[in-house]
T-cell receptor
Framework: EPEVTQTPSHQVTQMGQEVILRCVPI?????FYWYRQILGQKVEFLVS????????KSEIFDDQFSVERPDGSNFTLKIRSTKLEDSAMYFC?????????????FGPGTRLLVL | AQSVTQLGSHVSVSEGALVLLRCNYS??????LFWYVQYPNQGLQLLLK??????LVKGINGFEAEFKKSETSFHLTKPSAHMSDAAEYFC??????????????FGKGTKLSVKP
């Protein structure tokens, strides 16, 4: 069964450093999402991406964040200058799209720790 | 705007007992509702979804949920709990924007423990 993959599984970084989280969505999916889950809190939407542009973003997704689909398979989330409060589990998700209410398939997540 | 409230951050049941996890939603337009399960150190896996067809939705692993518009609820149930059901369960709401599915709004989650 096809699945969403994410790398790395864990990342530790120093405050102020840039990090790039990588995702490979399911190959025939058209809509891509990033969510995050701060320890002990709910899963929060960050951004959605379709047709090579952001279709929706939350207030969390400020100028420090960016997303990119650099090639036909990868979908990346960049945090330009990490803050302590960026420590969280980051989930990528994808969906086929096309009108029907489909299922968002989630990757296993990247646990980011900012020191 | 949509929102989800899950009552009870922790629920503990005995093996073989009924599982009931509560979810109430708020939405200004007809919602789509989902239950996801998260096992330790894993991603989110879809259990079931409501998309305005049948109000009683059956999912994987013996779970089901009933959409009740009058109560704005979408509670998750399973007649008989197994040890393997121990996990965190998330209710989520979404709306469909002209054919493309919007983002998911999640509840805070309910951690289910199953006692032998």
């Amino acid at each position: 069964e096809p699945e969403v993959t994410q790398t790395p599984s864990h990342q530790v970084t120093q405050m102020g450093q840039e990090v790039i989280l990588r995702c490979v969505p399911i190959s025939n999916h058209l809509y891509f999402y990033w969510y995050r889950q701060i320890l002990g809190q709910k899963v929060e939407f960050l951004v959605s991406f379709y047709n090579n542009e952001i279709s929706e973003k939350s207030e969390i997704f400020d100028d420090q964040f960016s997303v990119e689909r650099p090639d036909g398979s990868n979908f990346t989330l960049k945090i330009r200058s990490t803050k302590l409060e960026d420590s969280a589990m980051y989930f990528c998700a994808s969906i086929r799209g096309g009108g029907a209410v489909g299922t968002q398939y989630f990757g296993p997540g990247t646990r980011l720790l900012v020191l | 705007a949509q929102s989800v409230t899950q009552l009870g951050s922790h629920v503990s049941v005995s093996e073989g007992a009924l599982v009931l996890l509560r979810c109430n939603y708020s939405s200004s337009v007809p919602p789509y509702l989902f239950w996801y399960v998260q096992y330790p150190n894993q991603g989110l896996q879809l259990l079931l979804k409501y998309t305005s067809a049948a109000t009683l939705v059956k999912g994987i692993n013996g779970f089901e949920a009933e959409f009740k518009k009058s109560e704005t609820s979408f509670h998750l149930t399973k007649p008989s709990a197994h040890m393997s059901d121990a996990a965190e369960y998330f209710c989520a709401v979404s709306v469909n924007y002209g054919g493309s599915q919007g983002n998911l709004i999640f509840g805070k989650g309910t951690k289910l423990s199953v006692k032998p």
